[in-house]
């Protein structure tokens, strides 16, 4: 029986999430040595995520240790959050103290809108790698990027190779190899089209197209929140 003291790891949620930006992270840190894990929320009702699967919080923000591990996701839902008060508040304390502050998809939006990217280099969705731009972060066009305690992961799928790496930096890269292999993530995608750079010009423009509305909200609110950051 381990004698460490587990590390004790906070993972956001809120309401339209996407959820496989937590779950996915969710199933290797969980398994990570002596870690232990909590979904953290308002409250313990449970959440809906933007396709509709439930999640039920296992923390309160106002019951909630301070955690050495913070990871917030993204998704439609992360717009909102961008100017809710209690959610960026929880958020930027936690943050400050915390060992490792780390995101999936565009929870980078809400790390830079709780101060806690300032200067930092960071990645996030690639159709959201310009929003990110507003703020004062170097924006970096990779999968998962590491920048001192910042770990920032790309879009959705990429929360795998992020978590992994939190795993690394936190175990050790035998640790995360090992659990890499139980898990036997060994991706062998069926289409190369995961990503602008290799998919063809035709679909990344239906895709920019599908998200159009979305992105133009999330733009509009992100502009109006990095203004008011500035001279704070």
């Known amino acids: 029986m381990s004698l460490m003291k587990k590390t004790q790891i906070g993972m956001l949620v809120f309401p339209?999430?996407?959820?496989?930006?937590?779950?996915?992270?969710?199933?290797?840190?969980?398994?990570?040595?002596?870690?232990?894990?909590?979904?953290?929320?308002?409250?313990?009702?449970?959440?809906?995520?933007?396709?509709?699967?439930?999640?039920?919080?296992?923390?309160?923000f106002d019951t909630a240790p301070q955690y050495d591990v913070i990871v917030v996701p993204g998704g439609p839902g992360q717009t909102a959050m961008m100017e809710d008060k209690e959610f960026i508040a929880f958020l930027r304390a936690q943050g400050a103290e915390a060992s490792l502050v780390t995101s999936i998809c565009t929870g980078s939006l809400l790390l830079a809108a709780a101060h806690l990217l300032t200067g930092y280099k960071a990645t996030c969705h690639w159709l959201s790698m310009d929003i990110l731009a507003l703020f004062d972060v170097q924006v970096v066009p990779e999968r998962v990027v590491v920048d001192r305690n910042r770990i920032t992961g790309a879009g959705v799928t990429s929360g795998l190779d992020f978590a992994f790496?939190?795993?690394?930096a936190l175990r050790g890269e035998e640790a995360a190899r090992a659990l890499q292999l139980m898990l036997e993530y060994d991706p062998a995608p069926p289409f190369n089209s995961g990503h602008p750079r290799v998919a063809a010009v035709a679909l990344v423009d239906k895709v920019k197209e599908a998200a159009s509305s979305m992105l133009e909200e999330r733009r509009t609110v992100c502009a109006r929140v990095a203004k008011a950051m500035v001279g704070k």
């Open 165 to 168: 790496t939190v795993v690394a």
């Open 16 to 60: 339209q999430m996407t959820s496989l930006d937590i779950l996915g992270p969710f199933e290797v840190l969980a398994r990570a040595p002596d870690c232990e894990v909590n979904l953290v929320w308002k409250d313990l009702q449970p959440i809906e995520g933007d396709t509709r699967l439930r999640i039920v919080p296992t923390q309160r």
